[in-house]
């Protein structure tokens, strides 16, 4: 029987996968369940118009651990994400790409910093963040340069200090999750930004570890979210300025 509670929730958003994500989710649920804690996988479909949502409806028919959201219009990375974020039930919280690029295994050097009172364990694959960082198979040259010379402009504006910020493999606990999640606005690319800048802003510990990352060359990610990514940082550092972000009383609804 599923639990209600898991301890960990695996959250995979999903936007046009039918490639990939049969083999993503069987690799996750194989390594899961040969966990002694328990766990749930919930996919997020980001109005996918190819055969995603019909490998995913037929993988859960079978397995009980999966379940999945389904929505017909496509909002975004970050809209997704918060989506399952918010929906999900685990006592940790795990984001984690449909192309399989940081492998699940990385949560075992995620669980001791959550057990010494970490609230938000992130992957990096940058060696200036995390000992062991890489990329076993990297990405072109050109994304590269971009995402260095954007993650110097995201360290001035948003995050200080972090040298990978849009590493698809980020965990929190369901009290920062819920907090985070449930006031965060941006749904592009820029999410992952706003989720540590949040972090920071509600003080919530940061641990950051190594990833052995793999690039594909089908990603979603296009030149122009580099541009659009620098302009959602801005966009951050101004809802914390401006005092956008308010945590709503539990007692309160959103005004509709």
Not at 193 to 214: D, K, P, S, T
Not at 229 to 244: D, H, P
Request: with cysteine; proline share 3%.
């Amino acid at each position: 029987m599923q639990n209600s509670n898991p301890y960990l929730s695996v959250i995979i958003p999903a936007y046009n996968e039918e490639r990939r994500i049969e083999t993503t989710l069987l690799s996750i649920y194989d390594y899961l369940s040969h966990q002694t804690f328990s766990w749930e996988i919930l996919i997020v479909l980001d109005g996918s118009t190819d055969n995603t949502f019909g490998l995913v409806r037929d993988l859960a028919e079978t397995r009980e651990q999966i379940r999945w959201i389904y929505r017909a219009d496509n909002r975004g990375k970050g809209y997704t994400v918060r989506e399952g974020m918010l929906a999900s039930k685990g006592q940790i919280r795990l984001f984690t790409d449909a192309d399989n690029s940081t492998d699940i295994n990385h949560f075992e050097q995620m669980q001791p910093f959550f057990e010494d009172g970490y609230e938000v364990v992130i992957c990096s694959r940058d060696r200036k963040d995390a000992e062991g960082a890489g990329q076993a198979v990297p990405q072109p040259a050109l994304k590269r340069f971009l995402g260095n010379a954007g993650n110097v402009f995201i360290q001035i504006f948003a995050v200080p200090g972090i040298w990978d910020t849009q590493c698809g493999f980020k965990a929190f606990t369901a009290e920062a999750a819920e907090k985070i999640f449930g006031v965060s606005k941006i749904d592009g690319w820029g999410f992952d930004i706003e989720a540590l800048a949040l972090a920071r802003h509600f003080g919530y510990q940061i641990a950051v570890i190594g990833a052995r990352w793999i690039d594909h060359a089908d990603t979603h990610v296009r030149t122009w979210n580099y541009v659009t990514t620098l302009i959602e940082t801005l966009q951050v550092r101004w809802n914390l300025m401006s005092g956008a972000y308010k945590v709503l009383p539990k007692d309160r609804t959103i005004p509709t």
